[in-house]
């Protein structure tokens, strides 16, 4: 199996001829330069360079190499974020790569607690709620923050736990804790792992899960905000949001805490049974994001994104900004 990896001139570089030494792998490492500008990367949509392995940006180099490997993955210089490369799909979306991580590990792993469940962020995506229901594994929604996974993985409650922005860890096959923050290195590893065991890439198992579960559309949008907007949303109450649907579907919850340790979210989350929007400010811009997801089409996911648009804006005007 010829694996490709691009460790963007970060902190993993050192360690991938060693890994493949020790493994007996066939690893290339696509960019084997130490240098301090970053020159050898190429920049993204808006000319800039961001050393982000979830982007097709930063990661064209690899991408355009897919077709020589088997499997191909990069990380982001301090190693804690995992970008998948498939000779299939590309450059995996990181909700996708989850999904299917997700899948293996608990099917892959006999070491592990009967009861052990998945972590994920609320705005991850709900193809894995519906693995977790599918599994019967118990589902830890939580806010934005690696930080809410650390008790989990620590007594070994949790083996997963996952964030849309391609951060993720997991237990060791005996289901102690291997550590408690992202790891993209083992994420990595465990692509080329399920490549091997099942002699088919993430990509492939991705479009398996689909047919079981359903096309999710997902997409983050960023919009202008000012101080005052952000501090409001901060504090917003579900009992605000008057509306009883959403893109013509009855809206199951509104969240402003978190189900699993009611911890606030910063925002706000409505979901129905096909989708469902969040919106959050942002911790270091006069940003919103808005994140939306649908298992119908992307028309349901546009209705969802304009209904959340407009329930945010009528929001602000009640209260005078």
Known sequence: MRIGVDPMGGSTLPFWEQIAQRYGLNLDVVNSIVDPTFSFMTTDHDGKIRMDCSSPYAMARLIGLKDKYDIA????????????VT????LMNPNHYLSVAIWYLFHHRPGWRKDVGIGKTLVTSSMIDRIAHHLGRNLSEVPVGFKWFVNGLMNGTLGFAGEESAGASFLRKDGTVWTTDKDGVILNLLAAEMRA??????????????EMFGHPIYERIDAAATPEQKEI?????????????LAGEIILAKLTAAPQNNAPLGGIKVVTQNGWFAVRPSGTEDMLKIYAESFKNKEHLTDIQEEARAIIDAFFRSTGV
Do not use: A, C, M
């Open 197 to 210: 065991r099942t002699g088919s890439d993430p990509g492939v198992q991705y479009q398996n899960l689909i």
């Open 73 to 84: 993955f990069g990380n982001d210089p301090d190693g804690d974020r995992h970008g998948i």
């Open 233 to 245: 949303l901060g504090k917003v109450s579900p009992s605000e949001i008057t509306g009883s649907t």
């Open 87 to 90: 000779p299939r799909t590309g």
